[in-house]
């Protein structure tokens, strides 16, 4: 199974439903702070600006905090952090934090989740000193409440939650990156809702301890300078109400997309995606008619019959659907 194949890989040159991007334009106060940022990259990156507007963000100190080359590096530098004994990742859900795992010598307990895919603490081994689980997660689109989420912590133990898409969930009901508790680590990514995936923009907030270990990981200047000016201006008391927009925008796309698609989905996605079961080949039929979806079978605990189908506006869902039951008939 490659654990490292991700939605951008499937497109090509198809119409793209495999990739999770926001698909409109990104505020203009955004980019203008992307292109005013070249004027310092003759200097070496400077986090602490960047540091301090996510730690008023939550409510956090910022030793709690630490600014990312999106949210991918996180899984590498937790991986290295410390001798993992028994780390354990939550399927199905992104691929990355087994894979760094796997890349930093450690041979991760997969828990696969079934039926709706909502978390059952008690599959999770007592013994776990790592536990990795996304919220909501990729590819199921669950939305795992943080009660749950909190019970598997225990002394010793580290729990990492990958909430790279919480973000687009209007309210952001179950994060928590809020929330100051021993062991328990969050991680963002603002690749999805803020349009910026070639900017490699993501954090971690937790408790301070863990968060020195991950720092200590972290090569010097990895966050480039324009990725910190993004953290911060998304991190700014304004930026809250466009990410509000967006996200509801996401809530009634999705919603349109589940009442036409002639498919069962899986649970109730809370995701700019859902996880569509089908018959077998219906990927590459609808690659034949040019669209690219994302494959599930690359996810720990699904198979070849899943496909996950990003959200889209209206107007670009229509012949998405149209084509879908073509393929069926």
Excluded at 45 to 56: E, F, H, T
Excluded at 121 to 129: I, M, N, R, T
Excluded at 205 to 225: I, N, Y
Aim: no cysteine; proline share 10%.
């Amino acid at each position: 199974m490659d654990l490292r194949h991700h939605g951008d890989r499937e497109v090509g040159d198809l119409i793209d439903f495999a990739v999770n991007v926001f698909p409109l334009p990104r505020p203009h106060w955004l980019d203008d702070a992307l292109k005013a940022s070249l004027e310092d990259v003759h200097r070496y990156p400077d986090a602490r600006g960047a540091r301090l507007a996510i730690a008023n963000r939550h409510g956090r100190d910022e030793t709690e905090v630490l600014p990312t080359a999106g949210g991918a590096e996180s899984f590498t530098l937790i991986a290295r952090a410390r001798p993992w004994q028994h780390p354990v990742v939550v399927h199905p859900q992104f691929t990355e934090p087994e894979a760094a795992l796997f890349a930093a010598g450690h041979t991760a307990d997969r828990v696969i989740l079934d039926g709706d895919f909502t978390l059952d603490p008690a599959k999770v081994p007592e013994a776990a000193d790592l536990v990795m689980i996304g919220n909501p997660t990729n590819p199921t689109g669950v939305l795992h409440r943080a009660d749950m989420i909190e019970s598997l912590r225990r002394p010793g133990r580290v729990v990492v939650v990958d909430e790279a898409f919480m973000d687009a969930v209007p309210g952001e009901p179950e994060s928590l990156t809020d929330v100051r508790a021993d062991g328990l680590i969050v991680i963002r990514s603002l690749t999805k809702t803020w349009s910026v995936p070639g900017i490699r923009a993501g954090y971690v907030v937790g408790d301070a301890g863990t968060v020195k270990d991950l720092e200590t990981q972290q090569p010097p200047w990895s966050v480039s300078t324009p990725s910190l000016v993004v953290l911060a201006a998304t991190a700014s008391p304004g930026s809250p109400g466009e990410a509000s927009k967006r996200a509801a925008l996401i809530d009634q796309w999705r919603t349109l997309l589940i009442e036409q698609l002639p498919l069962p989905v899986a649970g109730d996605p809370r995701t700019p995606f859902v996880l569509v079961k089908g018959p077998l080949g219906l990927r590459e039929r609808l690659r034949e008619e040019g669209f690219a979806v994302r494959r599930g079978d690359t996810f720990p605990g699904l198979g070849p019959e899943w496909i996950r189908i990003a959200v889209r506006p209206p107007e670009e869902t229509g012949p998405l659907i149209a084509a879908i039951e073509k393929v069926l008939q």
